[in-house]
């Protein structure tokens, strides 16, 4: 510490308590008052330690470890909750992008209808209704289209969202992830390691520092002091002014040394209750993470329900899918030979149609389901070494 200043030398005699506002002064008391100033300096350090703090100090540190335990914790939810939302936007993507293709395919055979239907037609062997109807669906079935690139769109714009490049363009490629997974299961995994739980587990460490911290914080604590200053005035015994420049380098220097023991005796009462408070915290913290348990288990559970019910419905929509192709090489047979309408025709093609779409969402399905189970379960890395061993190394 160093200070100058400028000031009168009245003095008083009597006494204040501590505050912070009125400056102190020292010296003999004089018989009168003055307006006159001099110069004053003060030079000094002052060395405390507190060689015994027990137990303090370790609280204290606990408490930041903990708090530094709490952000790694939150720090490896956050990298968790990414990964998975990445991982759902895609597969919505993947699935507006199969949907194009499905419309875009159904277009196609439309059109190879039309080209059928208009030579009939010319020739009288068909009536015109049936163009007319041939060329009504095809606008549906664009129109179709063009919702699903629409919706292509916003997934697009979601994914590039939750992967950090938002506004850039991005493609969708499927690397094998519409065929069913090698392996349409999960190996159990250890919830305690969950990180929604274990973020919750380092909550309670926390408050438990907080809580032993406060049951350490009413003891005493003992300081080794040493000091060494000076002090100059431009004031003399008499309460003179020198004069000039003097008081502006010190001119007496002091040391000392010592012990100081502070205790806060009233502060027990208010410790206490803060412990109290903690206490409490502690218990609705416990209470939470066993809130949290169930939950997660019984996510779990669903998830394997969701599971199953993907896994049997992606067995059959390849079936219907192979019968509504059939179908509709029938029917169109049928058609050239005169033996159908083109309604039925119709009705086979949006039946196609159909039926693709529900093959290749069936098959994302299972791809989502084991997303939900491996969220669910807090750990990713089995469902993406999944994705790797059907996507032969590769990644979405």
């Known amino acids: 510490l160093f200070q100058e200043n400028r000031a009168t030398k009245n003095n008083i005699t009597g006494m204040i308590l501590p505050q912070a506002v009125i400056p102190t002064i020292t010296g003999p008391v004089l018989n009168g008052t003055s307006t006159g100033t001099a110069w004053g300096s003060a030079l000094g350090s002052l060395l405390s330690w507190e060689p015994f703090d027990f137990g303090y100090r370790k ?27 990445v991982s759902q936007a895609y597969f919505n993507a993947l699935a507006s992008y199969e949907t194009i293709l499905a419309e875009e395919a159904n277009i196609q055979r439309i059109q190879v209808f039309i080209k059928v239907i208009e030579p009939l ?12 109807r041939a060329k009504g669906l095809l606008a549906t079935s664009q129109v179709r289209l063009s919702q699903a690139k629409g919706k292509e769109k916003v997934s697009l714009a979601q994914l590039a969202k939750v992967m950090g490049v938002a506004g850039q363009s991005i493609a969708i490629q499927d690397d094998g992830l519409l065929e069913l997974p090698k392996t349409a299961s999960l190996p159990e995994a ?4 969950h990180p929604e739980l274990q973020l919750q587990k380092q909550i309670i460490e926390r408050v438990k520092a907080r809580e032993e911290r406060l049951s350490v914080q009413y003891r005493p604590k003992l300081n080794v002091q040493a000091a060494l200053y000076g002090r100059g005035s431009g ?6 002014i020198k004069g000039g420049a003097q008081g502006l380098v010190p001119t007496r220097v002091n040391a000392a040394t010592g012990l100081t023991i502070t205790f806060p005796v009233m502060d027990y009462a208010a410790i206490r209750e803060e412990k109290r408070i903690e206490h409490a915290n502690e218990q609705a913290e416990r209470g939470r993470y066993e809130e949290m348990a169930q939950e997660i288990i019984g ?10 019910a993907a896994i049997e419905s992606a067995k059959q929509t390849p079936i219907a899918f192979n019968a509504a192709k059939a179908t509709e090489a029938q029917i169109m047979a049928r058609y050239k030979a005169g033996l159908t309408n083109a309604v039925d025709m119709a009705d086979a093609e949006r039946t196609l149609t159909q039926a693709q779409i529900d093959d290749v969402i069936a098959h994302i399905a299972v791809w989502q389901a084991l997303l939900s189970q ?22 979405p």
């Open 374 to 395: 491996a969220v669910t379960q807090g750990d990713l890395q089995p469902f993406l070494n999944l994705v790797k061993t059907n996507t032969a190394g590769g990644t």
């Open 190 to 193: 250890d919830l305690v390691n």
């Open 121 to 132: 037609v010319k020739n009288g062997l068909n009536p015109g209704a049936d163009l007319f």
């Open 59 to 85: 609280a204290s540190v606990n408490v930041a470890k903990a708090q530094l335990d709490q952000a790694i914790a939150l720090n490896r939810l956050t990298v968790f909750n990414v990964t998975s939302s």
């Open 299 to 308: 996510n779990m559970e669903e998830a394997k329900a969701t599971l199953e």
């Open 235 to 240: 004031i003399d015994q008499s309460g003179n």
